[in-house]
């Protein structure tokens, strides 16, 4: 089976390149390397001991794209590749809009023409906006508060007509919570251009002394500790649950949550990395940061039921594994 990965060398991208290598298939990634290295193909297949095709492509760039279609024959697209700072999406919408939306339109549009039976997309929790928790995906979509955001639900709307008037492309639309950590041999994790939006990287780069102290966004929601409580998931978790996804992927458009079902808060995530690591995370509470939720957790009933998937990697594992990357790739 020949899967397209496009993003492959992004951070869920080349965790989920490693798992559907060790299982058997067969990848050919596309990214342009706008927020990623091509360093991490060569990871990727250290760790696997397998190789594979890798083109440097936009992939809002038809003609390149039909070129791969034509090429290989494919039998499945992950497509991940996508801008994702929300703040940058504030100040360069037009920019978010053309590369999210213009990628999928162009990737779905070659799985029509070339009978490509399968699509897998990257969504977010953010598009369910500020409801009740556990986040499950029956509940409608209360609109998001940024363009970033809206990629994703128009995205998943785009997917969703397009499966409806085109019945052999099977789409399954995967909304992620929080994904944190790195795989366990340390040559591939998450590495952020610049200071951190989120606030795994942002702690690892504290421990690493590159940033002076973590500054907590808000301690007065009605949480448990009054910091904001997220559902934090290993990527390597993650990148399983994309090949169930794929396995399981058959006609129709399909919704899973994919994230452990539990809450952390900031304060807890701290204390947790502080306690396997052995280090101490400085930190000042400030001001709320516009935009946030007070708490995200998925219901995750319906991946384990329909896909036979559930997240097995815990807090402490999420803060080894990202730490261990943090010490091995920082200086890069
Ligand atoms: P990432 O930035 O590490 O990976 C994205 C990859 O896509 C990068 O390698 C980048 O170079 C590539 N890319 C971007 N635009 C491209 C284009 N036009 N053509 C070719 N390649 C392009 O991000 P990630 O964290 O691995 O996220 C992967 C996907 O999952 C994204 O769509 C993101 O929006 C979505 N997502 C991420 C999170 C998260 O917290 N990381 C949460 C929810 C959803
Ligand atoms: C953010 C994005 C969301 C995106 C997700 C994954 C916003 C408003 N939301 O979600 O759209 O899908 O990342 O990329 O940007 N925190 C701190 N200090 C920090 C960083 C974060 O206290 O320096 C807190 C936040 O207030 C939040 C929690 O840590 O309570 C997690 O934040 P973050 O990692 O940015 O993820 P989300 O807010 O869930």
Wanted: glycine share 10%; charged share 25%.
């Amino acid at each position: 089976m020949n899967i397209l990965i496009t993003g492959g060398a992004g951070y869920i991208g080349s965790h989920t390149c490693v798992a559907l290598l060790e299982r058997g298939y067969d990848v050919i990634v596309a990214d342009n390397f706008v927020n990623s290295d091509p360093v991490v193909l060569q990871r990727i297949r250290e760790i696997t001991g397998r190789d594979f095709h890798s083109y440097e492509i936009d992939v809002t760039d038809a003609e390149a794209v039909e070129r791969l279609f034509q090429a290989y024959k494919i039998d499945g697209v992950i497509h991940f590749a996508g801008l994702k700072a929300v703040g940058e999406s504030v100040q360069k919408p037009l920019e978010y809009y053309r590369n999210n939306l213009l990628s999928t339109i162009v990737l779905a549009d070659n799985c029509i023409r070339y009978g490509v039976g399968k699509f897998v997309f990257s969504s977010s929790a953010t598009v369910y906006g500020d409801q009740e928790v556990p986040l499950a995906e029956s509940m409608p979509l209360r609109g998001t508060t940024n363009p970033y955001g809206e990629t994703k639900a128009m995205s998943e709307r785009i997917l969703t007509d397009t499966a409806r008037a085109h019945p052999k492309l099977a789409v399954s639309l995967l909304r992620y919570f929080n994904p944190v950590g790195a795989h366990e041999s340390g040559l591939i994790g998450e590495s952020p251009r610049g200071i951190p939006n989120n606030l795994m990287p942002y702690i690892t780069q504290v421990a690493k002394g590159k940033l002076a102290k973590l500054y907590v966004y808000g301690d007065d929601y009605p949480t448990v500790d009054g910091t904001g409580v997220r559902d934090y998931i290993h990527v390597v978790d993650l990148a399983e649950g994309h090949v169930a996804a794929l396995e399981r992927l058959e006609e129709g458009v399909h919704v899973y949550n994919l994230g452990t079902g539990q809450g952390t808060s900031v304060l807890q995530l701290v204390k947790t990395f502080e306690q396997v690591n052995g280090i101490k995370i400085p930190y000042e509470i400030v001001g709320r940061r516009p935009g946030d939720v007070a708490e995200s957790y998925a219901d995750v009933s319906k991946a384990w039921r329909e896909l036979g998937w559930s997240a097995k990697r815990g807090i402490d594992e999420m803060c080894r594994d990202a730490w261990r990357y943090e010490v091995n790739h920082s200086d890069e």
